[in-house]
């Protein structure tokens, strides 16, 4: 019984986990992925003379890359392996049994942190849907300001 409610507490978690840092991790990643392909194309430029096949590669590479789609970069498996260790082995049920621990408490405390790390998203994401300007650039917080009252900003 203690196994199996341990087993959906790590599914949960995991879960949670996901949804919660997925949205930061494509945004690393495509970020990464512009960076090098950037890097890439400015060392082509730089060196003419030199064959490109090795940095062709890995343009090709970067370019193919699509951090949206990509489930490799959801979590990473040593990470995913120590939480499903802990859960299962880790934590001598027996033990604390007998040493007169609720185990009840032991796995409500785990669906509270699920239930934290959803409401950490959703709430995330209402303020970035009704507080538009707070991830903004101080570039774009300047033109939007400048905007409003009716003048350009030079560029």
């Known amino acids: 019984m203690d196994r199996a409610r ?14 919660y840092e997925r949205p930061s991790n494509v945004a690393n990643w495509e970020t990464l992925r512009k960076t090098m392909i950037t890097k890439l194309e400015y060392f082509k430029k730089q060196n003419p003379k030199i064959s490109h096949e090795d940095t062709d590669k890995q343009l090709a590479s970067w370019k193919k890359l699509d951090p949206v789609n990509d489930r490799s970069l959801n979590l990473y498996v040593s990470d995913s392996k120590q939480l499903r260790s802990i859960l299962q082995n880790d934590i001598k049920w027996d033990e604390k049994i007998a040493q007169g621990q609720n185990v009840d408490e032991m796995f409500e405390h785990t669906f509270d942190i699920i239930r934290f790390l959803d409401n950490q998203r959703e709430y995330q994401e209402l303020v970035d849907r009704y507080n538009p300007g707070n991830k903004l650039t101080q570039d774009e917080k300047v033109k939007r300001t400048a905007n409003i009252v009716g003048l350009d900003v030079p560029a």
Not at 6 to 19: Q, S, T, V
């Open 6 to 19: 341990a087993l959906h507490g790590y599914r949960g978690l995991i879960r949670a986990i996901l949804k």
